[in-house]
């Protein structure tokens, strides 16, 4: 009981800081996020210097922040990707990611980590026109300026 009491602590407080600052230091930033993303760092820290950590409410917080890392991707997908495939494919993968920070293997660690920044290029980067969209566009344009 006291550890989830602890981490709620730390979540509050740590996003209660990140609200304050959040105006003058004019950074959009989602407080809450800060405050999970804070404390599974702390607690992460706190885990490789010998310290006791419940790796129930780390893996809470570390899948929280895999949704809402993917939901705050999903807002700057180009149109023509797909949110659910990119939700489909993100969020197994992150929670494998997570998984092997809480059970320290660090090389599915790397793999997954790198997956997830390939993955997350390939969506992130609009698709190139194809040759014919091209063409398409230099005629409109070119009818556009001798329209008028």
């Not at 003058?24 to 702390?42: D, S």
């Not at 197994?92 to 790198?114: D, K, Q, R, S």
């Not at 980067?125 to 063409?135: G, I, T």
């Amino acid at each position: 009981m006291t550890a989830i009491l602890t981490a709620t602590f730390l979540i509050l407080a740590i996003s209660g800081v990140a609200w304050a600052a959040k105006k003058p230091l004019r950074v959009p930033i989602c407080p809450i996020c800060l405050g999970v993303g804070g404390t599974w760092l702390w607690m992460l820290i706190g885990r490789s210097l010998g310290y006791s950590v419940d790796a129930t409410i780390l893996s809470i917080l570390l899948g929280g922040s895999v949704a809402g890392l993917a939901y705050q991707l999903e807002k700057r997908l180009p149109p023509e990707r797909s949110a659910l495939l990119w939700k489909t494919l993100f969020i197994p993968a992150g929670f494998v990611a997570a998984y092997a920070l809480v059970e320290p293997h660090w090389i599915l660690f790397a793999v997954t980590g790198a997956a997830l920044v390939l993955l997350t290029a390939f969506f992130l980067v609009p698709p190139a026109a194809s040759a014919e969209q091209s063409k398409t566009v230099e005629e409109l344009k070119k009818k556009m300026r001798e329209c008028c």
